[in-house]
């Protein structure tokens, strides 16, 4: 079980806007930034979202993140196909002192 | 632009330690913290522990009594030893740069933590 609940999977087609959500509590998002990742099938995670909300160079505005209490949020907009991945959210807990994941939710585009 | 590269033994018989290594190219090795997270086959991302340049380290409490994570400053690597292995311990590892600290405090926010990782390595334990 992890720490962060995300929903396992989510759909949507071309063009649509989706969003997967990313529970916790007060003492990981409710006091700590959260980052998301993008994670291509045999590939290494990529940064898609920090600090909430906040895109690195090259990841499109279609991308977004938001935050409210001790939930986090992505948003895609304008859904393509190669959109089709999976998602993770991430942040620090402080009562492990560590490092937590969500348990990922698989995103396909039909 | 920053690299980083992994490398270890792929196999292993269970109760051997698994063992391996992360070289860090490019960017400032000192001010952040440096990870190991695990990924299952077909399961989601799991953190393992992290270290610093001066070998301060912090561990995920359910690997705690197995894990540890050294540091060689003189080449900007960093290494994860994971003892007794099962088959369990079977999963993709990657090493990846983590929270930035300066100053003696570590800021989350306006430097992304895990912006880089390594390629993964694939870790197979059986008999």
């Known amino acids: 079980q992890s720490v962060l609940t995300q929903p396992p999977s989510a759909s949507g087609t071309p063009g649509q806007r989706v969003t997967i959500s990313c529970s916790g509590s007060?003492?990981?998002?409710?006091?700590?930034?959260v980052n998301w990742y993008q994670q291509l099938p045999g590939t290494a995670p990529k940064l898609l979202i920090y600090?909430?909300?906040q895109r690195p160079s090259g990841v499109p505005d279609r991308f977004s993140g938001s935050k409210s209490g001790t939930s986090a949020s992505l948003a895609i907009s304008g859904l393509q196909s190669e959109d089709e991945a999976d998602y993770y959210c991430?942040?620090?807990?402080?009562?492990?002192?560590?490092?937590?994941f969500g348990g990922g939710t698989k995103l396909t585009v039909l | 632009q920053v690299q980083l590269q992994q490398w270890g033994a792929g196999l292993l018989k269970p109760s051997e330690t698994l063992s391996l290594t992360c070289a860090v190219y490019?960017?400032?090795?000192?001010?952040?913290?440096w990870s190991w997270i695990r990924q299952p086959p077909g399961k989601g991302l799991e953190w393992i522990g992290e270290?610093?340049?001066?070998?301060?380290?912090n561990y995920n409490p359910s690997l705690k009594s197995r894990v540890t994570i050294s540091v060689d400053t003189s080449k900007n690597q960093f290494s994860l030893k994971l003892s007794s292995v099962t088959a369990a311990d079977t999963a993709v590892y990657y090493c990846?740069?983590?929270?930035?600290?300066?100053?003696?405090?570590?800021?989350?926010?306006?430097?992304?933590?895990?912006?880089?990782w390594g390629q993964g390595t694939l870790v197979t334990v059986s008999s």
């Open positions: 990846a740069r983590g929270v930035y600290c300066s100053g003696g405090s570590c800021y989350q926010t306006f430097v992304p933590f895990f912006a880089y």
């Open positions: 490019g960017g400032s090795f000192s001010n952040y913290y």
């Open positions: 270290i610093n340049h001066s070998g301060s380290t």
């Open positions: 007060s003492s990981n998002i409710g006091s700590n930034t």
């Open positions: 600090n909430y909300n």
């Open positions: 991430a942040t620090w807990d402080d009562s492990l002192n560590g490092w937590v």
